[in-house]
T-cell receptor, first 115, second 112 residues
Framework: GDSVTQMEGPVTLSEEAFLTINCTYTATGYPSLFWYVQYPGEGLQLLLKATKADDKGSNKGFEATYRKETTSFHLEKGSVQVSDSAVYFCALSDPLGAGSYQLTFGKGTKLSVIP | DAGVTQSPTHLIKTRGQQVTLRCSPKSGHDTVSWYQQALGQGPQFIFQYYEEEERQRGNFPDRFSGHQFPNYSSELNVNALLLGDSALYLC???????????FGPGTRLLVL
């Protein structure tokens, strides 16, 4: 079945440091890939997505490129801020047929950014 | 434009009881999916409703059931609660056959 593997956390960075969170996936079809962010005590917010190979998703300084050859979708940001402290989830959406999609998530990576 | 809303925000129940959680989708969306997020884990797919029918179901027992109303809002019912049902329950909405899902803030359920 489909699965998503993220790097183990927690990750602690100083403000303005470079961020990489690794994500790899296994899927039988041709999934779309997503990054969601969860701030403390809240639900998930869509951060970015990519729907086909070599697509780059970007939002709020974060970006990730859909790499089919390495089945990866690593999240990067050039300069993190304290406000980026949250849990980040990588997910894939595989079509189930009849226009239905199910999200499969990784376990999440907690990021803490210190001033 | 209202996003996905869920109620209640928090709930405490005891083992064996039954619970109903509610979700209103984002304006214009007609598909609702429910996920369970245990502490420290990623969300797990429970089921999806479209046109008032359960369209897909994940690996959850029959104690978990749902309903979708004509206005596209949805309920998640869990019977015979177990301690292991303690989790954050997330509702997500989407439009028809589009794959991007938008999440609500969740309902945190504690089973004692």
């Amino acid at each position: 079945g489909d699965s998503v593997t993220q790097m183990e956390g927690p990750v602690t960075l100083s403000e303005e440091a470079f961020l990489t969170i690794n994500c790899t996936y296994t899927a039988t079809g041709y999934p779309s890939l997503f990054w969601y962010v969860q701030y403390p005590g809240e639900g998930l917010q869509l951060l970015l997505k990519a729907t086909k190979a070599d697509d780059k998703g970007s939002n709020k300084g974060f970006e990730a490129t859909y790499r089919k050859e390495t089945t990866s979708f690593h999240l990067e940001k050039g300069s993190v801020q304290v406000s980026d402290s949250a849990v980040y989830f990588c997910a894939l959406s595989d079509p189930l047929g009849a226009g239905s999609y199910q999200l499969t998530f990784g376990k999440g990576t907690k990021l803490s950014v210190i001033p | 434009d209202a996003g996905v809303t869920q109620s209640p925000t928090h709930l405490i129940k005891t083992r064996g009881q039954q619970v109903t959680l509610r979700c209103s989708p984002k304006s214009g969306h007609d598909t609702v999916s429910w996920y369970q997020q245990a502490l420290g884990q990623g969300p797990q797919f429970i089921f999806q409703y479209y046109e008032e029918e359960e369209r897909q179901r994940g690996n959850f027992p029959d104690r978990f059931s749902g309903h979708q109303f004509p206005n596209y809002s949805s309920e998640l019912n869990v019977n015979a609660l177990l301690l292991g049902d303690s989790a954050l329950y997330l509702c997500a909405s989407s439009l028809g056959n589009q794959e991007t899902q938008y999440f609500g803030p969740g309902t945190r359920l504690l089973v004692l």
